[in-house]
């Protein structure tokens, strides 16, 4: 299996050798890195594997067969579930919830001509010959009208028009700023918004009021291409463009070509140059290659076998320019064609949401990815080296703070979810599959913490370990458990449990014992339980430990050997099995004490019920169920989340999967059920959300729930639908820009390589969160597709959600299933981010990837205007959440009813400070997603633009930056900076007065507390019993919920205040707006990057913010 997010390699100025690369037979036998710096002059080849393929417009067209998504759901499960005899109604936990079918709006067609854009002067020549579009006026009516660029580049003509000809025009040097996507208010007004897509509009901002000429593009290349056009001439004007000098990237083409040119007659032949460009983009199909320069040829009337330079250079620009990496980087540029150490600051920065990024680890990034020595000698990242970084670890999606261990391991092993395998030793299913000790070796290696033992008596006195009877292979229990010796702790160094299911005489079960005790020896954890805890010890404490889960006798039982209640699962699989032995049948077991004295944390024990359990159940006994059995408790999850707080429960799969399909883990993680064992052995959508889930903490095979499921007192409920008490929820904006290198499904009975893909955005969790959306079908382009589609989702419980991108093909015969990659919500980096890709199987499939666009905020709003009345409604509703309720106990609600006036000012607080950036957000021209580097980048643009004078400057001498005026200024740039006082005002309010209200509310919070141990005994004294008791317990449960809570969302409000603050100092600075060039106030001090936080920090009841 490749390494995950396999990206390209770069060097610090090395390079390839050209001699190498074009003796290679094939693209599989391209060699590494020559790190020799003398061969700095053969540059051209030093991309080694992760430019992406060509440039053509001819992409995303409207599926004119209107293929809708209706099969692919139930295409989806049999590619990923190997049961198409049972079709799904959906994927997600919600079942009742049908899928929406998305509205067609504006087709990505191709753009006029299949022109190639991979210039400025090619996006020039476009708007010269000009193009339709839509004029948007003020009255939510839309108007064809053709524009074009005049010649002379100075102004911008539209026609017809009812206006004189030469009013229909707008001087380029009137232009203040240009817009991509519905920024103004006219294109977020009540009649428009949903009739086009963000990607397919821009805006004009001109003149000295500021006004908006609002425009509507029928794709989203024609508007890049404008924006792009039009920022380059604001920025340089006519001359830049009539200037032209050879750019950065043509000379290092020609200079590959000529170290390639070993005649040095200006021609190479054909299959050397195709092998060059393979090796500079190792995803790109040499046929593509061959195809693109006889077109060339062609175009100029050529026929030969040799390419030239002129050819060559011309091929290599066309194919290896990914038109959404130059559209971003000519819009971080000031729109050069290049980025120099300052852009890529400004990008790393504001874009990519890194913490002190200097000038020098910028110069490290150009030293690293830049393939041209005089890109590299002048700091300037060209369009490849830029591609190079975007392709690189460093842009992964998958945040790598998270690839190491990063959550707090002292937690009591039941507040853990644990990665444990079902049937470990089967290779395939129940019936036809083998067991093979390759089973253990493959769940060690891939984090798992608990292994499943099915042990049978065996011939010479020696335990078998197998699966039902009629299997082609049987593995000695001894060689399992010397293998298990072997890799326990290769992959992980936390506890490995392993569950002992018993068919054995107790003569094999003493061989067992002695098995494991000889080869395990002190890795083997023996020590009794301590009756004086409550709860099992971390999994820190039990590091390099082994526990066996399986019956044991009770403590000083005098007897070798006696009767015990069997395991379900043992008893399950001897009924299948049609066991000839009636004591196992009816559920008995003969136990020697041998293998009984190896159990001490995981002691066996039937299930009864709740009460039973919390009454009687020690911490150290755990519990397993089927799935089915396990289902049954969903109608009271909340009794099934709070039983899981203190004990262990596993839960494997029905006895009626015989064909070893996986049940869906969520469905049990959000009860907080610790082991839910899967079938390793089968790949799909299943083990996809459980390989994924657990990657989040090092992949050491343990991942924190979520603390709401944790805390001794807390109101959670694993049904919820809506907004849960004390949890901010998270919204999720989410661009699927494009893909790269598509495969065609291996399944597929289609001929040819074509595919035409589409992709399935899924998020997994509690049903509140449940939901997917697909983009539209990109016809005949797999090896670079554009989508351009935003989605939006809101998260309320983003500790249990999973991010799930799915790869189908539209025109398949047989399966559409191109690839997947599974994240959990809390390791998705921001910004500009490459998605690494897994096949079926879960192998990383070479240079394929898509490329997305990331940004979280914690609140929904913001952006379209007919929807902020619902926002409005939506947000007195979710006040329902921050509210206590009465328990009918009136000495508690009395404590409780103290905190109604502080809740409602900590929700004030938040409330005030979220609704005042979003509206000096929309009036910035930006979505709620942005953040303040941003805001203050793009007012500065504005400020700075009238003759070089500034108009405002910001004065960072105190904690709250203030915007001072310093001369008349227009009506809308105004309004922005009354809108920027009233953010730094409620920011002030919020920063100032958290402490004090956060104190009130941890102040109630632990009054409440003080009753919890006596709530049943003084509920009972005011005459509750029955079900007023039981609503007295769940109220309680939720005012201590939502009063931490509130104060833990008050906490992170001002934390992310005094955030936003730095950020305004910072970005002043680094655009020129500050009055003075203080260091930043200590009160807007760093952050800390992400460490482990103990339990203790996290509740501590300090009275400060």
Partial sequence: MMAEGQAIKPGSGSVLNPAAILASDSASELPGYNNDPHHSTRAFLEVAGGADPVFSNGRCKEDESSHSGSHSSSSRENSTERNPANPRSSIMKDRSRQRQVRKKTVSFSSMPNDRKINSTAACLSFMVEGCEMKKVRSNSRMYNRYFILDPDMRYLRWEPSKKDSEKAKLEIKTIKEVRLGKKTPVLRSNGLSDQFPDECAFSIIYGENYESLDLVASSADIVNTWVMGLRYLVSYGRHAVEANPTSLRTSWISSVFEVADFEKDDQIVLSR??????????????????????????????????????IFTEAYCELCTRPEIFFLLMQFSSNKEYLDCKDLMLFVEVEQGMEGVTEEMCAEIVNKYEPSKEGRERGYL????????????????????HKRVCQDMTQPLSHYYINSSHNTSLLEDHFWGSSDIRGYIRALKMGCRSLELVVWDGPDNEPLIYVGHSVSSQVAFCKVIDVINQYAFEASEYPLILCLVTHCSVRQQKVMAQHMKKILGDKLYLDPPDTEENYLPSPN????????????????????????????????????????????????????????????????????????????????????????????????????????????????????????????????????????????????????????????????????????????????????????????????????????????????????????????????????????????????????????????????????????????????????????????????????????????????????????????????????AHKRGLSVRKGRKAREYTSTRTTGIKVIDEVFRAATQPLREATDLRENVQNAMVSFKELCGLTPAANMKQCILTVSTWLLNSDNTVLVTLNL?????????????????????????????????????????????????????????????????????GTKMQKAMESFAWNITVLKGQADLLKHAKHEALDTLRQIHYAAQSCGLSRTSCASPDLLGTRPALEPIPETEKRSDTGSC
Avoid at 275 to 300: D, T
Avoid at 985 to 1012: N, P
């Fill in 273 to 310: 140059a195709v092998q060059i460009i393979k090796g500079l983009n190792p995803g790109m199909k040499a046929s593509r290659i061959e195809l693109k320069f006889k077109e060339l040829q062609k175009s100029q009337g050529s026929y030969r076998e040799d390419i030239t330079n002129e």
């Fill in 382 to 401: 060209s369009i490849d080296g830029f591609t190079r970084y975007l392709l690189s670890l460093e842009c992964h999606i998958f945040d790598p703070q």
């Fill in 541 to 864: 404490k039990l590091k390099g430990k082994i526990l066996i889960k399986g019956k044991k006798f009770p403590p000083n039982y005098p007897d070798s050997e006696g009767d015990v209640t069997d395991e379900d699962e043992g008893v399950e699989m001897s009924r299948r099995l049609g066991e000839e032995d009636k004591d196992q049948m009816n559920g008995r077991l003969r136990l020697c004490k041998e293998l009984s004295d190896l159990v001490s944390l995981c002691k066996s024990v039937q299930f009864k019920d709740f009460e039973v359990s919390k009454r009687y159940q020690k911490y150290w006994e755990i519990c397993s169920y089927n799935e089915v059995d396990a289902n049954r408790f969903n109608p009271i999850p909340e009794d099934f989340v709070s039983y899981n707080k203190r004990f262990l429960s596993r839960v494997y799969p029905s006895p009626m999967r015989i064909d070893a399909s996986n049940m869906n883990p969520q469905d049990f993680w959000k009860c907080g059920c610790q082991m839910v064992a899967m079938n390793y052995q089968t790949p799909g959508l299943m083990m996809d959300l459980n390989i994924g889930w657990f990657r989040q903490n090092g992949n050491c095979g343990y991942v924190l729930r979520p603390a709401i499921m944790r805390e001794e007192v807390s109101y959670f409920s694993a049904n919820a639908k809506d907004s849960l008490p004390g949890v901010s929820a998270q919204l999720l904006h989410m661009k699927i820009i494009s893909g790269q290198n598509l495969p065609k499904p291996k399944g597929s009975g289609a001929k040819g390589d074509v595919v035409e893909p589409y992709i399935y955005v899924e998020i997994h969790g509690i049903p509140a969160d449940c939901t997917e959306q697909r983009t539209k079908t990109v016809t005949q382009n797999g090896d670079n597709p554009i989508f351009d589609e935003s989605f939006e989702f809101q998260i309320n419980l983003p500790e249990l959600a999973a991010l799930r991108f799915v790869v189908l093909d539209d025109d398949y015969i047989g399966d559409e299933f191109i690839a997947q990659y599974t994240i959990p919500f809390e390791c998705l980096q921001p910004g500009y981010r490459h998605v690494p890709l897994q096949s079926l199987t879960g192998e990383f499939l070479a240079n394929t990837t898509l490329f997305v666009h990331i940004a979280i905020t914690n609140r929904r709003g913001g952006g379209k």
């Fill in 957 to 1025: 001498s105190g904690h709250y930056p203030a915007m001072e005026i310093q001369g008349p200024i227009p009506e809308l740039l105004r309004k922005v900076l009354t809108a920027y006082d009233t953010m730094t005002q409620t920011s002030r309010t919020l920063i100032e007065s958290a402490d004090a209200v956060y104190a009130k509310i941890m102040q109630t919070q632990r009054t409440g507390m003080d009753f919890h141990e006596d709530l049943h005994r003084i509920g009972a004294k005011e005459g509750l019993k």
